[in-house]
């Protein structure tokens, strides 16, 4: 089983990124998904949380407004488009498969992580 992320890079500040993640091994259609980032000397900090159904979205205050979730359960997929890009969102980004079926936003009550992707904003 693999999640993998991808679509960092570098932007500057007020810029747009799309983060991917895609499935493989199982299909995680029934199971909520979230993203988390994570900075050097840093806990892993909630980002975004979807449902199963994509019906029902979780974000942190940090990005609310800014960031938008989303999946495709036919491809397996989940995205993070993220808008308005801050130097603090300057992170690793990891998406993560959670054991319910709806969104949690604590990391413990995820089972399946991916591996990171970084995401830079300069200002």
């Known amino acids: 089983v693999q999640l993998q992320a991808s679509g960092g890079g570098l932007v500057q500040a007020g810029g747009s990124l799309r983060l991917s993640c895609a499935a493989s091994?199982?299909?995680?259609?029934?199971?909520?998904m979230g993203w988390f980032r994570q900075t050097p000397g840093k806990e892993r900090e909630f980002v975004a949380t979807?449902?199963?159904?994509?019906?029902?979205?979780t974000y942190a205050n940090s990005v609310k407004g800014r960031f938008t979730i989303s999946r495709d359960n036919a491809k397996n997929a989940v995205y993070l488009q993220m808008d308005s890009l801050k130097p603090e969102d300057t992170a690793v980004y990891y998406c993560?498969?959670?054991?319910?079926?709806?969104?949690?936003?604590?990391?413990?009550?995820?089972?399946?992580w991916g591996q990171g992707t970084l995401v830079t904003v300069s200002s």
């Open positions: 979807i449902s199963w159904t994509g019906g029902s979205t």
């Open positions: 993560a498969a959670g054991r319910t079926s709806w969104g949690t936003t604590a990391p413990v009550e995820y089972d399946y």
């Open positions: 091994g199982r299909t995680f259609s029934r199971n909520g």
